[in-house]
């Protein structure tokens, strides 16, 4: 399988699995991370990655508007998106120093967000745990999903 990543990540995580067989940056139409299979089926959830609290808190606060334009064309194009975030939630309850909103607004909206769109939240420890995650989901649809239609 291939993880593409888009063109406007600019921290890009790197993976490292036996069954990846390469990285390709490509622009995506929503998200940061997608899943190709060798058999070109494209998974149809794709994460979203949030690499600081900063970076989550700008999202849900002054760059919310375009955001939500985001969701709304992921679900129109039949794409899960979660967003995957660096950071337990425990830390963001906690808030972040420049932001005018804070954590506990920060954690409602996400909240919101899951049930009103789908737009489920990973809250991860740090950049490792998140390559993991985002592995072993995309591994686990495959087995599930792709090679099952052999049959």
């Not at 998974?43 to 919310?64: A, H, I, W």
């Not at 506990?104 to 489920?120: A, E, N, P, Q």
Request: glycine residues 6%; charged residues 30%.
């Amino acid at each position: 399988m291939k993880i593409l990543i888009d063109t406007r990540e600019q921290k890009k995580l790197s993976f490292s699995h036996e069954y990846i067989t390469e990285t390709k940056i490509d622009k995506l139409l929503v998200g940061d991370y997608a899943c190709l299979y060798q058999n070109n089926s494209i998974c149809p959830v794709y994460f979203e990655r949030k690499g600081s609290m900063s970076d989550l808190f700008n999202t849900m606060g002054q760059g919310y508007p375009r955001f939500k334009k985001e969701i709304i064309r992921a679900k129109e194009n039949n794409i899960r998106l979660i967003l995957i975030i660096e950071g337990s939630l425990t830390k963001v309850l906690t808030g972040c120093e420049r932001s005018y909103l804070d954590g506990f607004s920060i954690v409602r909206k996400l909240f919101t967000l899951w049930l009103r769109y789908g737009l489920y939240p990973v809250f991860c420890r740090n950049e490792e745990e998140m390559v993991k995650y985002i592995t072993e989901f995309y591994l686990a649809y495959g087995r599930e999903f792709i090679n099952t239609k052999k049959k």
